[in-house]
Nanobody
Framework: QVRLVESGGGSVQAGGSLRLSCAAS????????MGWFRQAPGKEREGVAA???????RYADDVKGRFAISRDNAKNTLFLQMSSLKPEDTATYYC????????????????????WGQGTQVTVSS
């Protein structure tokens, strides 16, 4: 069974940090491109960060320098370290996996991914 299970969400004050994790099972492995997306109420889902099987990362402009994506291929786990959190980072965060090749330009596009987790809520208060 293919599954992505996120964890690590919660409530923090502005300026705080959280670390999200995503455990992958089934056929998803290090050959997949992995990404983090988020969706706030009333807004479309947007790409936050992605990391290819080549280890190359890509970030949305508004999280550059604050968020860091990484993966532990031995444990089939994806991480998102979030620092200097802002109220506008409040959203449900989703982990996603997509079969390579996913070009660097498209790694923040939801259509490049075909497996999704159930999401974890992140709430940042001012």
């Amino acid at each position: 069974q293919v599954r992505l299970v996120e964890s690590g969400g919660g409530s923090v004050q502005a300026g705080g940090s959280l670390r999200l994790s995503c455990a992958a099972s089934g056929y998803i492995d290090s050959t997949y491109c992995m990404g983090w997306f988020r969706q706030a109420p009333g807004k479309e889902r947007e790409g936050v960060a992605a990391i290819g099987s080549d280890g190359v990362t890509r970030y949305a402009d508004d999280v550059k320098g604050r968020f860091a994506i990484s993966r532990d291929n031995a444990k089939n786990t994806l991480f998102l370290q979030m620092s200097s959190l802002k109220p506008e980072d409040t959203a449900t965060y989703y982990c996603a996996a997509g079969p390579e090749p996913v070009g660097w330009l498209y790694r923040l596009k939801s259509w490049a991914y075909n497996v999704w987790g159930q999401g974890t809520q992140v709430t940042v208060s001012s």
